[in-house]
């Protein structure tokens, strides 16, 4: 029988092209991270608040999250290719008509919910497609593909804040014209999207269970029934709170806290992006090597650190600012590579886009509560470090979570 070829190679060479589109895309998706560098001129151009802002953008993340739990079967029905590039057409729409939107309502509208929803259907796909590629090497495949989005912001934010700077183009045709290029890509790129037969293994690869994984392959109805899936749906609440807050306010924070510039504040956002990026990878392949209850451990104990740090420095460190920051993305990164990993990894294989769907909501119900913690909070003080107190709350509790209830499922739940 003749070997199927992947891309002209062999399968455990050519798999990597896989991670290679998926990376792509997530550079597309992972645009939202520079939202940041949109808020102030938001705010300046139609008179809202700090909350009103940061509308959009939790909207967007909220419509996400929804998108991602009911799409976990269309990636299983309609393959990830065809799944791939409804989600292509929605999020370029969403974009495009963010630049013709005349108020904030309408920017929540187009961006936070047309767009969302088509990064939503879009993400999984391309974290199917790696983890069904890359049974013996999960978590450092899935980190590999999610990094783009991460590092998205590194290119992004001082790209999108030089193009809104120019007189002729400013905040509306920057949504525009961004959102051109992604529908072109994101199509380009949804046809290079192919699940392997679904009896291929790596060469050599016996299928041994994951590190601090169980051996179950458990339906949704299942997942739901286990101790398991609410100890890492909780602490996956808590991971993003905490860091898509920071993506939230990251700009903000830099002009108002550490008083940097306008230009200094947006590259910071660029260098965060970095952290985000390798926090995906680096956590994967921690959550490979001492299981996920040790990696999230490790999380909780970086984003309390980094909570404290910031709120007992006080105004205008730009170091600590720079340090904390950094350790708040590289963690956003980490939970979005360790809370994929670890579903597969707990509840098996099989059921996986449909078990991941409604893990993910944990994203938007943190992307919510951060946001409208910030913003509430700033609104209320007149400043963003307040907001660090209920962050280091909620990283203690985080640990108590993990250490008492991310244990394997050691068998397969009654259905």
């Known amino acids: 029988m003749t070997e199927e070829r992947v891309f002209g190679m062999k399968p455990e060479s050519g798999r990597w092209i896989y991670v290679l589109v998926g990376l792509l895309m997530n550079v597309c998706l992972g645009a939202v991270y520079a939202f940041s560098v949109f808020r102030k001129p938001i705010e300046t151009l139609w008179g809202v608040t700090a909350t009103q802002s940061g509308l959009p ?27 791939s590039l409804l989600g292509a057409v929605l999020v370029g729409a969403g974009w495009i008509l963010a630049g013709f939107a005349p108020d904030i309502l309408w920017l929540t509208i187009f961006y936070g919910v047309i767009g969302g929803s088509g990064v939503g259907i879009l993400y999984g796909c391309p974290i199917a497609v790696a983890s069904k590629w890359f049974p013996d090497k999960k978590g450092l495949a899935v980190g590999l593909t999610l990094a783009g989005f991460g590092l998205s912001a590194l290119l992004m934010a001082p790209w999108m804040t030089s193009t809104i700077a120019k007189e002729s183009v400013g905040v509306a045709r920057t949504f525009m014209y961004f959102g051109i290029a992604f529908l072109a890509v994101l199509v380009v790129l949804s046809f290079g999207l192919k699940n392997p037969k679904p009896d291929w293994k790596p060469a050599g690869w016996k299928g041994a269970a994951a590190k601090g994984g169980s051996s179950v392959d458990l339906d949704r109805g299942q997942m ?28 903000p924070v830099g002009r108002e806290v550490a008083l940097l510039s306008s230009g200094s504040a947006a590259m910071a956002v660029s260098v965060f992006a970095v952290f985000n990026g390798v926090g995906r990878p680096l956590f994967g392949w921690l959550t490979d090597k001492i299981t996920p ?56 294989a099989k059921h996986y886009a449909k078990n991941y769907g409604v893990m993910f909501t944990a994203y938007g119900i943190g992307a919510i509560a951060g946001n409208l913690l910030s913003g509430m ?3 209320a003080t007149g400043g963003y470090l307040p907001v660090f107190v209920p962050v280091m709350g909620l990283s203690a509790l985080g640990l108590l979570i993990a250490l008492v209830g991310l244990k394997p499922v050691v068998q397969r739940a009654k259905g």
């Open 57 to 83: 953008f939790m909207v967007f993340l909220a419509m996400f999250a929804l998108f991602m739990a009911l799409a976990g079967g269309l990636v299983t029905s309609w393959g990830p290719r065809k799944t």
């Open 224 to 251: 739901l029934r286990t101790p398991a899936f609410y100890a890492l749906w909780g602490s996956y609440i808590i991971g993003c709170l905490a860091g898509l807050m920071a993506i939230g306010i990251a700009a």
């Open 293 to 348: 209850k040790g990696t999230a451990l490790v999380s909780f104990v970086l984003i309390l650190g980094a909570s404290a740090l910031l709120y007992f420095a006080g105004e205008g460190s730009a170091v600590v600012y720079f340090v904390a920051f950094s350790i708040l993305w590289l963690n956003l990164g980490g939970w979005l590579a360790i809370a994929p990993t670890a579903t597969s990894t707990f509840f098996g």
């Open 377 to 379: 909070i700033h609104d």
